[in-house]
């Protein structure tokens, strides 16, 4: 399920390849990773409480840029900032962090939380 984060509409893509990277209704770039992303850039850092921030920059298939900011504590993660193309969008729209990008942040030693999602598993 794509999702565009500009008008909050949910829409289903269908095809081969992957999807332009715009949203049809409103032509928005701010819509869900078009394709696999590829991670570019990984900062992960460690206050002395104890908390991790990694910061992720990854691209799709459309030359979006993707930041994905995950706090974790005690191994656990969580998705608390996403910016597509410098434009920070809601976090609850996406339902689950892109294997891509939880897989960078597991090398760092720490798993996401899937937390409750309305959408159910992908
Ligand atoms: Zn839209």
Redesign the pocket.
């Known amino acids: 399920m794509e999702h ?6 949910d829409y289903g893509y269908l095809g081969g390849s992957p999807h332009r990277g ?7 770039p ?2 869900t990773p078009a394709g696999e992303l590829s991670v570019v850039e990984t900062t992960a850092w460690e206050s002395a409480n104890g908390l991790s921030t990694i910061h992720v920059s990854a691209t799709d298939t459309s030359a979006r840029r993707f930041e994905f900011v995950i706090a974790a504590r005690r191994g656990r993660g969580e998705l608390v900032c996403l910016a597509i193309d410098g434009v920070e969008v809601p976090t609850d729209a996406m339902c689950s962090v892109p294997s891509a990008v939880a897989a960078t942040v597991s090398a760092h030693g720490i798993g996401i939380s899937e937390g409750a999602s309305p959408h159910g598993p992908q």
């Open positions: 565009c984060f500009a008008c909050e509409t715009t949203c049809p209704a409103c032509g928005s701010a819509v």
